[in-house]
């Protein structure tokens, strides 16, 4: 078991600029979280799924923020035109289909835009 | 919506002393509550839940909570620290509303032990 990864690490781009993050949850982990930490503070909920369905979003999550589960394993979250205020750690975790919903949370991305 | 305040944005301690950590949460439901712990340019790692039954929940490293329901409290503590606790701490409590899966993170506190 390795663990939640996330791909890339550290993300620099430029305002306006399209990125792409990647979430490989445990395997068997039908469950899948988004979220959003800017510093100083708590991880803030963006979205979820249960296996390759989307079932909530928050109001954080604009229009120019969509994430995806294809086949219900692996994840992206996508931030078209991004802009400096999206600069933060975006954080995947994922949780086992048995159990109290226990979060296990990956190293994170960290979104730099100039 | 949950709330989860952590009223205490930095606590610096001795190593080898006592520490507490408070966090309150607002909610007219029953939620499950955790802790989790997060050392520099890392993901949270879960230090301890309190799902239901004993209000005394144990955790690993030697951490400990105790949910209070009355006050709406769920204080973290450990009895001697050490230096490799420096880190921040996030309470956050589930939504029943979303089935729990819906996490409400308090803004986290810094624990820094000093030598």
């Known amino acids: 078991d390795t663990g939640v990864s996330q791909n890339p690490r550290h993300k620099i781009t430029k305002r306006g600029q399209n990125v792409t993050f990647r979430c490989d949850p445990i395997?068997?982990?039908?469950?899948l979280y988004w979220y959003r930490q800017t510093l100083g503070q708590g991880p803030e909920f963006l979205t979820y799924?249960?296996?390759?369905?989307?079932?909530?979003k928050s109001r954080l999550l604009s229009d120019r923020f969509s994430a995806e589960r294809p086949k219900g394993s692996f994840s992206t979250l996508e931030i078209q035109r991004t802009e400096q205020g999206d600069s933060a750690m975006y954080l995947c975790a994922s949780s086992p289909p048995q159990g109290y919903n226990e979060q296990f949370f990956g190293p994170g991305t960290r979104l730099t835009v100039l | 919506a949950q709330s989860v305040t952590q009223l205490d944005s930095q606590v610096p301690v001795f190593e080898e002393a006592p520490v507490e950590l408070r966090c309150n949460y607002s909610s007219s439901v029953s939620v499950y509550l955790f802790w989790y712990v997060q050392y520099p340019n890392q993901g949270l790692q879960l230090l301890l839940k309190?799902?239901?039954?004993?209000?005394l929940v144990k955790g690993i490293n030697g951490f400990e909570a105790e949910f209070n329901k009355s006050q709406t409290s769920f204080h973290l503590r450990k009895p001697s620290v050490h230096i490799s606790d420096t880190a921040e701490y996030f309470c956050?409590?589930?939504?029943?509303?979303?089935?729990?899966?819906?996490?409400?993170f308090g803004s986290g506190t810094k624990l820094n032990v000093k030598p």
């Open positions: 395997s068997e982990h039908n469950r």
């Open positions: 799924f249960q296996n390759e369905a989307q079932l909530e």
């Open positions: 956050a409590v589930s939504d029943p509303l979303y089935n729990f899966n819906k996490f409400y």
């Open positions: 309190y799902l239901s039954g004993s209000t």
